[in-house]
């Protein structure tokens, strides 16, 4: 290997896309290491406590395309307070001070205020692609000086962003020189748009594959853009709602006949159903179709728009879809590969919406699907175990039973052995989501056969400490592990402190986990940060044998976080 | 102490609920976390077995005892996106603040009627509504027969433009595609499976 030249490993790497296996290529040996980094572009960090920015650009100068996350997964669900930390800020101004030529960067669960987002528009020249998802921080200001600053600016894509809405003038700062946009997604943002801006945008992008309009989108604008961009190939509808008599719609009716090049459709944040059959066309070639906005769109209506979906590989859904109209999807939609359905009333346990039918029957039709997120009433293990038998390709099976700690309602038994089939029967299963009614029995099983699962989430499960211990000895690749409400202690914490470097990290909150155990933990493994979050002054600093309500720890080569808030006590 | 009970200060507090009545206390978070601590501690031999399901059975039931005082609000469950969340909730916000009116008529009124059906919480509610409202009896309902033993029939126009028989799909499919309501006369309702 000492006889090829640097040329010709830089070019036998640049066939070695994903991260792990270059990550993998950076062990073999010192030269490849230095070939690997030199010529690497595109970098992912899973977790921007581990390292610090400095390190990052020392390491790879040739850094193009950056994804950064921030806060821990549970942060979606309001467990960690405002103000714990994820700031892109600190990393925005290394990367300004540096030569790094960053053309593209992707953040999730991180706050970005707008001084971040000005300072990357006006410090990097080439800067083509920024990617938001589960932010906060910003407001449309920012949002402006992106669009008034990046030149060569190709995509602006903003998923389920909390952002502060002052004005719809930031469309209106695209400047008209900016010809470059591919893909532009606002769906987000709550407030009023410069329409007519809105549309010379499009007018002069003749390169824009991907829109998603936000509610304040009418119709009449959908259609103009339409005429405009024949060629979108990913679309989200704004405000959908017309009369369905008027001029307006039957134009659109034609437009639509013209965009023969959609494949995912998104949006109807706001919808009247008569208006849905200018959109039939188009179904029989979309691949991907979110409809879990559009609370607007069920029963019979929403039946009939699957049934032309035939080549549908992936489908976002609220559960008033119900059992049946998964059962029209089962028979419709052989080709599914991913399918997520939405809670419609987040509030509480309500009426039926879909339960273990509706995924047997999903499980039954649909052999492809390797990708579940399904929020339902109640499940069996009678139907988790057909569901196995019938998909044992799944890679990410996350089940949300409503009611925490629901047996199966049939035998009232524990959902054991239902999830016990999933992780014996799809050997490829890399995330999973347990919930209802579990003993420790579950977390053996998932020790012995979840070979390749490298996501856990756990939610009021579990007998004793033996639950986690499976767990962790058990499941050789995991990397994200989060328990809430499980009656795992210090003695799970504890047995094998060595595993947490081998993952990214841990999160445990209303648990039986002590300050002392943590602290002991601490202790032992000083490459690890061992945050225990105090809100509403629960802890004194004096006692050990008080629980801790919530801690999060992770690997991390920079030690404590300068910038935790008083709230945060890193061990 | 006496001097408060002579005045009888509770009496003229002002509080929600009907006079004569006290309000519970509420159980929140709490519920939910007695819960799972009183799980019985497993173990491997015993599960499956009887002693198994006897507990979960304890469980059950005190899964209920302890859920009815008030639907326990659980933070952060189920685990939904607060993004999303937000979304949805102001859109039912949205919705029930609009409520949602359809015309009633009935063979042989003069005039027609109005009504939310947002409402009623299932069938037998709007049935009973109607046959207040109207005057008349519609019957019992039997999947296979429709209405029986009545001279009306409650039927509604969908989406498609049909006339369907009331009752025959879940209430929620009939709250969405339901545009107007008509009580037929039995003679004319023959065909909806009416049998007179």
């Known amino acids: 290997m000492n006889y090829f030249p640097d040329e010709v490993l830089e070019h036998v790497f640049d066939f070695v896309a994903s991260h792990r296996d270059r990550n993998a290529v950076s062990l073999v040996c ?241 919808v009247a159903p008569r208006c849905l059959p200018a959109i039939y066309p188009i179904c029989l070639n979309l691949t991907s179709l979110n409809l879990s906005y559009a609370a607007g769109i069920h029963g019979s209506e929403l039946v009939k728009l699957i049934r032309r979906c035939a080549k549908l590989q992936r489908l976002w859904i609220l559960d008033c879809i119900g059992d049946k109209g998964l059962e029209v999807v089962a028979s419709t939609c052989k080709e599914l590969q991913e399918l997520r359905v939405f809670p419609s009333d987040v509030l509480g346990v309500g009426h039926a919406a879909v339960t273990e039918n509706g995924l047997v029957a999903i499980s039954a039709g649909c052999p492809k699907l390797h990708s579940l997120l399904y929020f339902c009433q109640q499940m069996t293990n009678a139907a988790l175990i057909v569901v196995a038998k019938n998909c044992p390709n799944f890679i990410r099976f996350r089940l949300c039973i409503l009611e925490p700690t629901k047996p199966d309602p049939v035998t009232m038994q524990p959902l054991d052995d239902g999830f016990g089939a999933i992780v014996q029967s799809c050997k490829h299963l890399r995330r999973l989501s347990l919930s209802g009614l579990l003993t420790d029995r579950v977390f053996l099983y998932i020790g012995m056969y979840a070979e390749q699962l490298e996501m856990l989430s756990v939610a009021f499960a579990g007998d004793s400490d033996k639950g986690m211990l499976y767990v962790l000895n058990g499941c050789k690749k995991l990397r994200k592990l989060e328990i809430r409400d499980c009656p795992y202690g210090d003695k799970a914490l504890l047995t094998d402190v060595g595993k947490y470097e081998t993952m990214r990290s841990l999160w445990m909150s209303s648990c039986e986990v002590t300050l002392g155990g943590c602290k002991t933990l601490a202790k032992e493994m000083p490459r690890l940060n061992v945050e225990i979050i105090n809100e509403h002054d629960q802890m004194e600093i004096g006692s050990e044998e008080q629980r801790v309500e919530k801690m999060y720890l992770y690997r991390t080569l920079v030690g404590p976080r300068k910038d935790a808030p008083e709230f945060v006590w890193t061990l | 102490m006496a001097f408060d009970k002579e005045l009888n200060l509770e009496a003229t507090e002002l509080r929600l609920g009907l006079p004569g009545t006290k309000e519970s206390e509420k159980q929140p978070t709490i519920a939910i976390k007695s819960n799972k601590r009183a799980l019985p501690n497993f173990n491997e031999e015993s599960c499956g077995s009887k002693e198994n399901s006897n507990a979960s059975h304890l469980i059950q039931k005190r899964d209920q005892e302890i859920a009815s005082p008030a639907k326990a609000q659980v933070v952060g469950w189920p685990p939904v996106r607060s993004y999303r969340k937000n979304c949805l909730q102001l859109k039912k916000m949205e919705a029930e603040a609009a409520g949602m009116y359809v015309k009633v008529s009935m063979d042989g009124a003069p005039y027609l009627r109005k009504i939310d059906l947002k409402v009623y919480k299932g069938y037998p509610e709007l049935l009973k509504a109607l046959e207040e409202m109207f005057k008349f009896s519609a019957g019992e309902y039997s999947e296979r027969e429709g209405y029986n033993g009545s001279e009306f029939v409650p039927t509604y126009e969908d989406k498609d433009g049909d006339w369907m028989l009331v009752g025959d799909v879940p209430w929620d499919m009939f709250l969405c595609s339901c545009k107007r309501l008509r009580i037929m006369k039995g003679s004319e309702a023959k065909g909806l499976g009416c049998a007179v």
């Open chain 1, 30 to 270: 010192r030269l490849w290491h230095r070939v690997e980094r030199l010529s690497r572009q595109r970098v992912f960090v899973g977790n921007c406590y581990a390292l610090s920015p400095e390190i990052l650009i020392a390491r790879f100068p040739g850094l193009k395309s950056l994804t950064l996350k921030g806060k821990p997964h549970f942060a979606d669900f309001n467990l960690v307070p405002h103000d714990w930390g994820g700031y892109v800020q600190p990393w925005i101004e290394a990367l300004s001070n540096s030569r790094i030529g960053l053309e593209e960067l992707r953040l999730k669960r991180m706050v970005v205020s707008d001084e971040s987002l000005e300072l990357l528009s006006r410090s990097l020249a080439n800067f083509k692609s920024l990617v938001l998802v589960s932010c906060e921080g910003f407001t449309t200001v920012g949002l402006a000086a992106i669009a008034a600053n990046c030149r060569f600016l190709r995509e602006l894509d903003l998923q389920e962003n909390e952002i502060d809405d002052h004005s719809g003038h930031w469309l209106s700062c695209f400047p008209d020189s900016c010809t470059s946009l591919i893909s532009l997604n606002f769906a987000c943002l709550k407030g009023e748009i410069n329409l007519a801006a809105l549309e010379r945008l499009v007018a002069r992008s003749p390169n824009l594959r991907s829109l998603r309009l936000n509610r304040a989108v009418p119709l009449e604008t959908l259609q103009n853009i339409l005429m405009r961009a024949p060629q979108l190939v990913d679309l989200g509808t704004g405000s959908y709602i017309h009369d369905p008599d008027s001029e307006t719609y039957n134009k659109l009716k034609h437009t639509i006949l013209k965009c023969k090049s959609i494949r995912n459709l998104s949006g109807f944040l706001e």
